[in-house]
């Protein structure tokens, strides 16, 4: 008999702990279950001071800052200018090529920026921002990047012409 009022007691206080179902006294639900009226749960009342206390607005924040000089590079400042930079390589559209085939130093590459429009024309040699023209040849042109430290070579190809333009 009494694992049995256990087991109820056990039940009643899981139906209370999850919400119960739709009575509103689990131990009238436990006494009606196991038939034994004398069994009697006590109720726990809700805390409401938890939910009244205000946040204490003495406290003060601050925050730590970091400053570096001397010798050291700031670690957080970024390695790429952005004003030395120049137009990246996906932003320029290779618009003609005068080639000079007797004389390479004098070809010319024509180049347009997509974004802004501004034109650009380059020898062999020049530089337009972190890419320098390493060659020009008749459908496209050579670029040598520099980022960090290490080379890269990018090509722009002239678009192909269609047909009935002359």
């Known amino acids: 008999m009494a ?17 119960g179902g739709d ?18 749960l006590p109720v726990v009342e809700q805390d409401t001071q938890a939910d009244s206390v205000e946040p204490d607005n003495d406290v003060q924040l601050t925050r730590e800052t970091f400053s570096y000089s001397g ?3 700031d670690p957080f400042a970024s390695l790429f200018n952005l004003a030395l930079a120049g137009p990246e390589i996906h932003d320029l ?6 080639l000079d ?3 390479p130093g004098n070809s010319v590459a024509l180049l347009r920026e997509r974004t802004t429009g501004r034109p650009h024309k380059l020898r062999a040699g020049d530089q337009l921002g972190r890419a320098r023209v390493t060659q020009i040849r008749r459908t ?12 890269r070579q990018e090509t722009i190809t002239l678009p192909k012409r269609e047909e009935g333009t002359p």
Do not use: Q, W
């Open 23 to 40: 009575e509103a006294d689990p131990a009238a639900a436990a006494g009606a279950s196991s038939g034994d009226a004398s069994l009697e």
């Open 140 to 151: 496209d042109i050579v670029f040598t990047i520099e980022d960090f430290g290490f080379e």
């Open 3 to 19: 694992s049995k009022r256990a087991a109820v007691l056990l039940l009643a206080m899981a139906g209370a702990a999850c919400g």
């Open 93 to 98: 559209e290779l618009v003609g090529i005068y």
């Open 71 to 73: 010798g050291t590079r």
């Open 101 to 103: 085939p007797d004389h």
